[in-house]
């Protein structure tokens, strides 16, 4: 079973992302990030880490595209394309501040 974890960010650099990528990468088998046009550096964090994590693919909006709220089908349409590029037997689709309770119990 190949499980993807799938998420949007904007601006959660010193949020929760560091945490909860690291907490999806124990239990997930891959984990598409898309940034929607941060101006934090979350973009650069992910880019610059994503070389050292070869299960994460970071995909960047194009932040004239307009904001999340405004495009939020169009944006989670593209998050699940990017996802489904990836050829998963499930998918999962969480936000940076959402953790799982036991991720083994995920993967049965």
Excluded at 30 to 49: A, F, K, M, R, Y
Excluded at 73 to 96: C, F, M, S, Y
């Amino acid at each position: 079973m190949k499980l993807v974890a799938g998420l949007i960010v904007k601006n959660e650099r010193t949020r929760y992302l560091p945490e909860c990528i690291g907490h999806l990468l124990a239990f997930v088998d891959q984990i598409v990030v898309v940034d929607d046009g941060s101006t934090d550096g979350t973009g650069e964090w992910l880019d610059d880490n994503a070389k050292g994590w070869e299960r994460i693919r970071v995909h960047h909006l194009d932040p004239e595209d307009g904001f999340f709220a405004g495009h939020e089908g169009r944006k989670r349409q593209q998050l699940l394309i990017h996802t489904l590029n990836e050829a998963p037997d499930w998918v999962l689709n969480i936000d940076a501040d959402e953790f799982v309770t036991d991720g083994g119990l995920v993967r049965g």
